[in-house]
């Protein structure tokens, strides 16, 4: 059975909540949260991609979102939202298999799940004028002109 992954992106939040608060060694809460996910080896491989890309690149993504909310003060945003928007912009610039649309509306679905009852928008916000910069700079790199390939829509159905 292939996991959507909508489902392993919810770990992945999980994931790194659990490292935001903690400070645990990354590694040490992939082996304990992602551990049902070891059976579903592309799923396992996604997770752990994009939570290690996360982790190491948060100061750049934190960057890109502090430049989109001058008027808030950045500790202040909730704690979820963050991560939802640190895994976004990171699924933007790194991974080029995945469409801009879908990085998005994948945040917007998991903030109203697991956020405040305006996050939704608020990450849509964000996101949006996120990729509009991106596209203008010219640092959006992907591939099959935002569409999935065939092999992705397989592997991970939405």
Not at 51 to 59: A, G, L
Not at 82 to 110: G, H, Q, T, W
Request: net charge positive; proline share 3%.
């Amino acid at each position: 059975m292939e996991l959507k992954r909508r489902v392993v992106r919810e770990r992945v939040l999980q994931a790194l909540y659990a490292h935001e608060l903690s400070k645990e060694p990354i590694e040490m809460i992939i082996d304990h949260i992602l551990i049902d996910l070891k059976n579903h080896k592309e799923a396992f491989a996604f997770a752990c991609s994009l939570i290690r890309k996360v982790v190491e690149k948060t100061k750049d993504l934190d960057s890109l979102i502090r430049k989109r909310v001058e008027h808030w003060e950045f500790g202040r945003l909730a704690i979820i939202d963050r991560i939802i928007l640190r895994m976004s912009i990171c699924e933007l610039l790194y991974f080029d298999d995945i469409p801009p649309k879908v990085s998005i509306n994948e945040a917007i679905e998991i903030a109203r799940d697991y956020s405040t009852e305006k996050s939704d928008k608020f990450v849509n916000g964000v996101l949006d004028s996120i990729l509009a910069d991106l596209k203008k700079e010219g640092k959006l790199s992907k591939s099959g002109r935002g569409l999935l390939d065939t092999a992705a829509v397989k592997k991970f159905p939405k």
